[in-house]
């Protein structure tokens, strides 16, 4: 059973930094694409970063280019997202979730990052 | 960026009925040199994350009942829901996956009337 288990959220000040974890498991990490996906309360789901099986490649959305980086560390099966400059429009629930074929398929839980001073 | 706007923003229907949730993108997400659509249809339900429910338009994700069906090409994009179950209350979001970045439409909020 594929799992995505998500950790680091919480409360940060307009201008900190935040990083985000991902432990997978139930699946063969290093050959998918994985992806951070955001979603402020009752809005849209917005994508946010991905990367590359064995992290070389990566995208950002322009919302988050230059201040969050997406790796991943396949020994430990674990995907992060560093945050920094945090930005009171960052605050939302930020899933992992699994490239599939031809499109994501598996979500984690997701971890909820709130930006307040 | 694709802009994805679906319609209505929500919709009451009885239990047992049929359910159909719009979907537009701004540009065509039918990649001509495979005549595939690059779309995909998630559920929300309350408290809990998206699951993929139809890709390629049309294709139901494994485990996905067969009430659920998704149509359309180019622009224009309908989900279906043959006979409405209490489990299908959620918000549902149609995806394009085409160009990066992939986008999500505004959500179809459905209800039990």
Redesign the interface.
């Known amino acids: 059973e594929v799992q995505l288990v998500e950790s680091g959220g919480g409360l940060v000040q307009p201008g900190g930094s935040l990083r985000l974890s991902c432990a997978a498991s139930g699946f063969t990490f290093s050959r998918h694409w994985m992806h951070w996906v955001r979603q402020a309360p009752g809005k849209?789901?917005?994508?946010v970063s991905r990367v590359n099986g064995d992290g070389s490649t990566t995208?950002y959305?322009?919302s988050v280019k230059g201040r969050f980086t997406i790796s991943r560390d396949n020994a430990k099966n674990t995907l992060y997202l560093q945050m920094n400059s945090l930005r009171a429009d960052d605050a939302a629930v930020y899933?992992c979730v699994r490239g599939?074929e031809?499109?994501?398929?598996?979500?984690?839980?997701?971890t909820l990052v709130t930006v307040s001073s | 960026d694709i802009v994805m706007t679906q319609s209505p923003d929500s919709l009451a229907v009885s239990l047992g009925e049929r359910a159909t949730i719009n979907c537009k993108s701004s540009q065509s997400v039918l990649y001509s040199s495979n005549n595939k659509n690059y779309l995909g249809w998630f559920q929300q339900r309350p408290g809990q994350p998206p699951k993929l429910l139809i890709y390629w338009a049309s294709t139901r994700e494994s485990g996905v009942p067969d009430r659920f069906s998704g149509s359309g090409s180019g622009t224009d994009f309908t989900l279906t829901i043959s006979s409405l179950q209490a489990e299908d209350v959620a918000v549902y979001y149609c995806q394009q996956y085409y160009s990066t970045p992939q986008t999500f439409g505004q959500g179809t909020n459905l209800e039990i009337k």
């Open positions: 849209r789901p917005v994508w995208a959305a322009d899933y599939g031809p499109t994501i398929d598996y979500w984690g839980q997701g």
